[in-house]
């Protein structure tokens, strides 16, 4: 008897282990089904100020994207939601304030206040070494990005500034082993992420080897070549690099650029690194150039930038100095009168979740 009752007792306590066993089986199989949808994104502002030119009412800015605002500026709030599928899944990336309006300057077509859409697309995971993704992302080209998270400097580079931000489309990207990659990519023309609205289309492609790469685009009679790369020289020292060149058919004007990014973790917190960049332009679409350049487009500007970047949890504080020098009177000095430099400060706080 009691050895039936031990059996019964055996029994008894196998089929509640298998039940826990299941049951903590299924809630972590729940568990996992609700971590691949997922919140994400940055808060960011700063404070600008000229040291050699005027501030407030007659305030001026290096010609580069974002960070231009005087004093105590804005940057954006960036809210991104992803679903992450065993095959399939989206990014719906949205931006709210000053530099997400400026990231998507020629997407307004639906709003009077513009619209918030930095990126928005879906993707498959055919197979293990081909992605397809279609929507509207961000650009393959160049070292830096919209994010102000995903940059080392604060304020951005001549060469960001000039190349596309945004595309709209179909790419396919490949894992071709090895270290090495490739992406090829349909898209609408440079910039024009909500519809086409002229019936030409974009071609990109790229090549990659164990994080270096090699872009490739042409739009509208337009054609880029961009190197983005980078290398860890030592444990406490990388050294980036971004070089691009950019011509348009029929005498459209062309643009050069090189910029170098060396940085120093000085500790597990801290993080020191420099911004120089060498970027003209050559009778480019007959104007200005942002960068001052003559009656023929041409132009050229050496820009040095000094940044911080200190780490508190999930902020991340970034004092900034920044030195323009242009070919042309392109600034003015605190006398109002023209001048070829510009030296500004700034302070930025990035907060990302």
Do not use: C
């Amino acid at each position: 008897m009691k050895t039936i009752i031990n059996t019964k007792y055996v029994k008894n306590l196998a089929l509640a282990a298998l039940a826990l066993i299941t049951t903590t089986a299924f809630s972590q199989e729940e568990e996992e089904e609700k971590t691949k949808f997922e919140f994400s994104g940055t808060v960011d502002a700063y404070y600008r100020t000229n040291l050699t030119a005027p501030n407030g009412e007659d305030a001026i800015a290096p010609g580069s994207s974002f960070a231009n605002l005087d004093g105590f500026a804005l940057g954006m709030a960036n809210v991104i939601a992803t679903y992450e599928g065993e095959k399939v899944g989206f990014v719906a990336d949205l931006v709210f304030g000053p530099r997400g309006t400026d990231a998507i300057f020629a997407s307004p077509m639906y709003s009077a206040t513009g619209d918030i859409v930095n990126q928005l697309y879906v993707y498959w995971n055919v197979s293990d070494d081909v992605t397809l993704t279609f929507g509207n992302f961000n650009t393959f080209l160049g070292y830096e990005v919209i994010s102000p998270a995903a940059n080392f400097n604060y304020s951005t580079s001549y060469l960001f500034s000039y190349g596309p931000f945004s595309h709209t489309g179909l790419k396919a990207a490949f894992d071709l082993g090895s270290d090495w990659s490739a992406m090829l990519a349909i898209m609408n023309p440079t910039d024009l992420t909500e519809l086409n609205g002229t019936g030409d289309y974009a071609v990109g492609a790229q090549l990659g080897y164990s994080g270096q790469f090699l872009n490739f685009l042409y739009s509208q009679g337009g054609f880029e070549v961009d190197f983005t790369g980078g290398f860890d020289l030592s444990e406490e020292f990388f050294l980036g690099v971004n070089a691009a060149h950019f011509s348009q058919e029929d005498d459209g004007g062309s643009f050069t650029g090189v910029a170098l990014y060396p940085q120093l973790a000085t500790s597990d917190n801290f993080t020191i690194g420099l911004r120089g960049e060498y970027f003209m332009t050559s009778d480019f679409f007959g104007d200005t150039a942002g960068i001052g350049s003559d009656t023929d487009g041409d132009g050229s500007v050496f820009a040095v930038t000094l940044t911080g970047s200190a780490t508190i949890g999930d902020l991340i504080l970034k004092p900034e100095i920044r030195l323009d020098s242009s070919s042309e009177d392109a600034f003015i000095d605190n006398d109002m009168d023209p001048t070829g430099s510009l030296a500004s400060v700034l302070f930025a706080a990035i907060y990302s979740f």
